[in-house]
């Protein structure tokens, strides 16, 4: 059995890429929030398709100086806290259709 | 606004990054507002694939602020492809519409496709005065359903009352009405010129009495009155460097034709996308580039104004009334209502005897595809002094 998780951005949000950061804008209540440069290749990267830790792995392990075990653990705090305002969508599957969804697929 | 916007904001400012765009799809509409300042025949409005592109263009130039109107946006028979292709682009999208063609279905689609907020016009409670307005009989019915649809769906609604003599005294009902809608509400109280030149609409501003009455409203007010209305202090040598507004800065505007201007309020034509990249002209317009020079040491008038810091002068309508480094005559007046003491610019009229409304205007115009000038033009307003 797998425990990949995989992480797509929602498409009820606007978000756009300033300087090193992204702004990223909840269309359920407008809230908007800020990612830095390290959370930002997160997000660039969550296509549904590749897996968290494939991306810890390949985007962020190779860029910046941390362990593998402490960088996935970060990244999974980063993206359930983006679920939970409704940004990503993260899902134990590869998810294929476009996610406006609040939280967690199964 | 937040500090986060305020943030992110500067570091756009710092960046050069046209944070915010405001681009009208036609100036076509099903209204015939007595204040409106646009030709509503269509001169030639940029296609659909024109304006898929811009909106690829302003992504990739990092504009994330979108605000999409008219004209009335829903006279655009492509809209919703256009929304629907603005949505791709992961735009904040604020829409201005007058409601009127925003059935069940519209409604749905909007929805369905995130938009942030939709602003809409409301002149009055009483239908016959809003109605009078709009010169659409119904209006007022079918803009309050409209807004019943969007707020069903969860969509923030923002209802913009602008203040004239014909709604003087009906912007408590308005806000009522705002309320019981559960939508937002903002007033705004300057009429401006139409974009022929034609100034007579001036005279649809409400008098000072009444402007003073307004400014003295505490329920209308977020800050406490005696501060607002508060004599002011005058700039000092710290205030010099501080920019006019967002226009040019972090803000832009684009006609249906293509034109960019710093801001929908600020007619200097900056380039036309349909010659030049969007972040060409953003970048390299001289024209932009001499609006951003432009700091309040650079105004003459202002800059020794006592209302220099807190006066909410509009840069696009002193560069209507001749000069963009000069006073607006109309900003000058909401000063003097505010805490009844008469700007530089006032007081200079005054010594001259000048009429109310009796200053240079400079004409809306886009840039002429063969000229190639992007020089406005000024022209005399003798035919259109109130």
């Given at each position: 059995?797998?425990?990949?998780?995989?992480?797509?951005?929602?498409?009820?949000?606007a978000a756009?890429?300033?300087?090193?950061e992204?702004?990223?804008?909840?269309?359920?209540?407008?809230?908007?929030?800020?990612?830095?440069?390290?959370?930002?290749v997160?997000?660039?990267?969550?296509?549904g398709?590749?897996?968290?830790?494939?991306?810890?792995?390949n985007?962020i392990c190779?860029?910046?100086?941390?362990?593998?075990?402490?960088?996935?653990k970060?990244?999974?705090?980063l993206?359930e806290?983006?679920?939970e305002?409704?940004?990503?969508?993260?899902?134990?599957?590869?998810?294929?259709?476009?996610?406006?969804s609040?939280?967690?697929?199964? | 606004?937040?500090?986060?916007?305020?943030?992110?904001t500067?570091?756009?400012?710092?960046?050069?990054?046209?944070i915010?765009a405001?681009?009208?799809?036609?100036?076509?509409?099903?209204?015939?507002?007595?204040?409106?300042?646009?030709d509503?025949?269509?001169?030639?409005?940029?296609?659909?694939?024109?304006?898929?592109?811009?909106?690829?263009?302003?992504?990739e130039?990092?504009?994330?602020?979108?605000?999409i109107?008219?004209?009335?946006?829903?006279?655009?028979?492509?809209?919703?492809?256009?929304?629907?292709?603005?949505?791709?682009?992961?735009?904040?999208?604020?829409?201005?519409t007058n409601?009127?063609?925003?059935r069940?279905?519209?409604?749905?689609r909007?929805?369905?496709?995130?938009?942030?907020?939709v602003?809409?016009?409301?002149?009055?409670?009483?239908p016959?005065?809003?109605?009078?307005?709009?010169k659409?009989?119904?209006?007022l019915?079918?803009?309050?359903?409209?807004?019943?649809?969007?707020?069903?769906?969860?969509?923030?609604?923002?209802?913009?009352?602008?203040?004239?003599?014909?709604?003087?005294?009906?912007?408590e009902?308005?806000?009522?009405?705002?309320?019981?809608?559960g939508?937002?509400?903002?007033?705004?109280?300057?009429?401006?010129?139409?974009?022929?030149g034609?100034?007579?609409?001036l005279?649809?501003?409400?008098?000072?009495?009444?402007?003073?009455?307004?400014?003295?409203?505490?329920?209308?007010?977020?800050?406490?009155?005696?501060?607002?209305?508060?004599?002011?202090?005058?700039?000092?040598?710290?205030?010099m460097?501080?920019?006019?507004c967002s226009?040019?800065?972090?803000?832009?505007?684009?006609?249906?034709?293509?034109?960019?201007?710093?801001?929908?309020?600020?007619p200097?034509?900056?380039?036309?996308?349909?010659?030049?990249?969007?972040?060409?002209?953003?970048?390299?317009?001289?024209?932009?580039?001499?609006v951003?020079?432009?700091?309040?040491?650079?105004?003459?008038?202002?800059?020794?104004?006592?209302?220099?810091?807190?006066?909410t002068?509009c840069p696009?309508?002193?560069?209507?009334?001749?000069?963009?480094?000069?006073?607006?005559?109309?900003?000058?007046?909401?000063?003097?209502?505010?805490?009844?003491?008469?700007?530089?610019?006032?007081?200079?009229?005054?010594?001259s005897?000048?009429?109310?409304?009796?200053?240079?205007?400079?004409?809306?115009?886009?840039?002429?595809?063969?000229?190639?000038?992007?020089?406005?033009?000024?022209?005399e307003?003798?035919?259109?002094?109130?």
């Amino acid at each position: 059995m797998s425990n990949k998780r995989y992480v797509a951005r929602s498409t009820a949000i606007a978000a756009r890429v300033l300087g090193d950061e992204t702004m990223v804008m909840s269309a359920v209540n407008s809230t908007l929030f800020t990612l830095d440069e390290v959370a930002t290749v997160i997000w660039e990267s969550a296509d549904g398709a590749t897996p968290l830790e494939d991306i810890v792995t390949n985007k962020i392990c190779t860029q910046y100086d941390i362990a593998p075990e402490i960088a996935l653990k970060d990244a999974e705090g980063l993206v359930e806290g983006l679920a939970e305002h409704g940004l990503v969508v993260l899902s134990d599957k590869p998810i294929t259709q476009p996610t406006t969804s609040h939280g967690v697929n199964k | 606004m937040s500090d986060l916007f305020l943030e992110m904001t500067a570091k756009a400012l710092k960046l050069n990054v046209p944070i915010s765009a405001h681009l009208d799809l036609t100036y076509r509409c099903n209204e015939r507002c007595v204040h409106c300042y646009l030709d509503h025949h269509d001169h030639g409005e940029m296609t659909t694939a024109e304006i898929k592109d811009l909106l690829d263009q302003m992504a990739e130039a990092g504009v994330f602020y979108l605000t999409i109107s008219g004209g009335e946006i829903m006279m655009r028979r492509d809209f919703f492809e256009i929304l629907e292709h603005a949505r791709l682009r992961t735009f904040c999208i604020k829409l201005k519409t007058n409601g009127i063609l925003i059935r069940k279905q519209e409604a749905d689609r909007i929805k369905a496709l995130g938009v942030e907020s939709v602003q809409v016009s409301i002149y009055s409670h009483i239908p016959e005065v809003h109605d009078a307005i709009t010169k659409l009989p119904g209006s007022l019915v079918q803009s309050i359903e409209a807004m019943r649809r969007l707020r069903a769906h969860g969509i923030q609604i923002t209802i913009a009352n602008v203040l004239m003599v014909q709604n003087v005294n009906d912007f408590e009902g308005v806000r009522a009405l705002a309320a019981e809608l559960g939508a937002k509400f903002t007033m705004d109280p300057t009429i401006t010129p139409m974009m022929d030149g034609d100034r007579a609409v001036l005279d649809l501003n409400v008098d000072e009495a009444k402007l003073r009455e307004v400014f003295r409203n505490q329920s209308l007010i977020l800050e406490p009155i005696e501060e607002v209305c508060a004599p002011p202090l005058g700039p000092g040598e710290e205030d010099m460097d501080q920019l006019p507004c967002s226009a040019g800065h972090t803000a832009c505007y684009v006609s249906p034709y293509g034109d960019v201007y710093p801001c929908v309020q600020f007619p200097l034509p900056s380039g036309n996308v349909r010659q030049m990249k969007f972040i060409d002209i953003w970048r390299d317009s001289p024209q932009l580039n001499e609006v951003r020079g432009i700091t309040l040491r650079d105004m003459p008038s202002c800059s020794k104004c006592t209302h220099g810091v807190t006066c909410t002068r509009c840069p696009g309508l002193a560069y209507m009334e001749g000069n963009m480094r000069g006073p607006s005559y109309q900003d000058c007046e909401k000063s003097f209502a505010r805490t009844g003491i008469p700007s530089e610019n006032l007081k200079a009229r005054k010594a001259s005897s000048l009429p109310r409304h009796s200053v240079q205007l400079v004409q809306i115009q886009g840039l002429q595809p063969a000229a190639g000038s992007m020089t406005a033009q000024a022209m005399e307003s003798s035919q259109l002094s109130a």
